[in-house]
């Protein structure tokens, strides 16, 4: 390549990332806004639509919406105009535009979040204001966000594949980072979907659905990580992403609706948890299960054992001893069933207590599972370069 | 300046609807409905933001004791209809905040259509005692049936399905392109 394409291609990728970055801070906004409309809610109310932590998550979503469609165009239209750097080997068609893959994908997220939006509104004028997280439209808001976040991830991954292959090491580096975030956010995200299991089915035959759910969700993420970045460390990097994502999120929430309280000169309702209700239940050893999870894979490439035995074992080690050191599922559980289910608090914890090791062993499957599916997605990542 | 004009505002929105006494803010809190009943020594009006009820529909009820409600402690308890397997739901009566003159009653729609029983418990310094709302009958669930809005709800999903066949297919044409090297 010669210094003028060199040039062009840096220029690209440093739009693209910037593009990647606001995206970035978009999906941390409803990360947030999500947080501080669930514990406010809780807490404090009213139960209204015009909040301001619903400005925050709506915010959010928009700026993903934004921040797609301008990539989407801006890039269109330098292919159109054959700016150099911008091709058929550099972007993605897709009806009538070309632009880097991740931010179709963003903003087909967007897109499923404003429709979600418009009929979790319709929801609510049919079926009565928020006192359930676990309704088809809010299913729909929240999945959406997650493909944002992931349309984000593929942005990154692609300009990694393409600063790699040109030695551009600053940029490489700076996608990488900005990739396991981006993988932290939906990961994290995706945590929502455990404390709605204690909300709504916290219990199968006896099996915590709640830790069961831990195991498909943690290792896919984790796993998708590793297997995009191929060094030591990088499961357990994305796990100190999504430790720090639960910490401050819980500080965020705790804080900013004391904050607003006070502004709008609001009491605490008298049953308030005073406990941020979706990070404060986010695993919390995750980067324990993402150290054993590294030394694992590690061990695997050490002594020659195949990827897939390594990748499996590690998910399973991983998620088992997840399920032995969460010592403190008692207290999530019965958090959440005094408040949805009181009547039945007593009857699931001892069905769940009952089925403890069980849960644990049956983790440890669905995880070895979804980690080697984690592993697949991932060569997806490493595939992507336009 | 700006953002303390807004919090104003905001602070009137919400505030206005919650002002005084449940027999003078009928209109204000969207009341519809308003049924008193005798619990023990305690009379206690139950607002009703809709009436009759449709299942699924979440309830919004203010419970107002006519003598106020401090220094007492109230439980609800709904008991399904007969035939239905589930057990019934307890909960504990709370003030809301801004409201100063009534609990107010959240409930998430209830499942079945048909005769519910609704029991509520005051504990006060009359004593504790227990009254029932008569008649309460809940009707059929209104909107599309509740399938048909996960189908809907779920779109999201039918997208990344459509994504993973497109990207099995391209990394699969990939892979044999460089027979696997990134693999």
Known sequence: ?386 | MLLRMLISIAICLVLLPAGTGLAHDVKARGIVYVQTIQVGPYTVDMGFNEYPIPAKKSLQVFVEPIDGYPGKKATYRLIPPAGVAEKFYQRNLLPYPGIDDAWVLQHPGLPYEGQWTWEIEIDGPKGKATGRLPQFKVLPPPGIPYWTGWVIGIFPLYGLLWFAYYERKRVKRLIEQDNGARV
């Not at chain 1, 972007?91 to 963003?106: D, L, R, S």
């Not at chain 1, 509104?121 to 976040?149: K, Q």
């Open chain 1, 1 to 386: 390549m010669n210094e003028q394409a060199l040039v062009a291609m840096r220029r690209e990728s440093r739009f693209r990332l910037i593009g990647a970055f606001i995206l970035t801070l978009a999906c941390l906004a409803t990360f947030y806004g999500f947080g501080w409309d669930t514990e406010w809610h809780a807490d404090v109310g009213p139960d209204t639509f015009w909040t301001e932590p619903h400005a925050l998550i709506y915010s959010g979503m928009g700026g993903a919406g934004f921040i797609s469609l301008f990539m989407v165009m801006a890039t269109t239209r330098k292919f159109r105009r054959k700016v150099e750097g911008v091709d058929e080997n550099t972007t993605t068609p897709f009806i009538g535009g070309h632009a880097p893959m991740g931010f179709f994908f963003a903003g087909f997220g967007s897109l499923s979040v404003f429709i979600g939006g418009c009929y979790d509104l319709w929801w609510h004028e049919i079926y009565g204001f928020d006192v359930t997280l676990f309704s088809p439209p809010h299913f729909g808001l929240i999945f959406g966000g997650l493909l944002y976040g992931v349309g984000g991830a593929y942005v990154y991954a692609s300009e990694v594949n393409r600063a790699r292959v040109h030695g551009l090491k600053l940029y490489e580096r700076l996608a990488t980072l900005g990739f396991i975030l981006q993988i932290g956010i939906p990961l994290s995200t995706s945590m929502v979907f455990m404390v709605v299991c204690l909300d709504e089915v916290p219990q199968l035959a006896g099996l915590s659905t709640y830790t069961m759910l831990g195991a498909v969700v943690v290792p896919l993420g984790l796993m998708l990580a590793a297997s995009f970045i191929r060094r030591t460390g990088a499961v357990t990097l994305t796990g100190l992403c999504v430790l720090t994502l639960k910490w401050t999120g819980m500080s965020y929430s705790i804080w900013s609706v004391k904050w607003l309280a006070n502004e709008l000169q609001l009491p605490y309702k008298e049953d308030a948890l005073f406990l941020p209700l979706v990070t404060g239940f986010m695993l919390e050893y995750i980067v324990v299960v993402a150290i054993i999870m590294d030394v694992i894979l590690y061990l695997g490439e050490k002594f020659g054992w195949s990827r897939r035995t390594a990748v499996s074992l590690a998910g399973a080690v991983g998620m088992f001893t997840s399920s032995l050191i969460d010592t403190d599922w008692i207290r999530k559980f019965t958090l959440y069933l005094n408040t949805s289910k009181p009547e039945q608090t007593e009857t699931i914890l001892a069905a769940i207590q009952q089925g403890f090791w069980l849960t644990a062993a049956v983790s440890a499957v669905i995880a070895a599972i979804v980690a080697w599916l984690g592993w697949r997605i991932g060569i997806a990542f490493r595939y992507t370069d336009r």
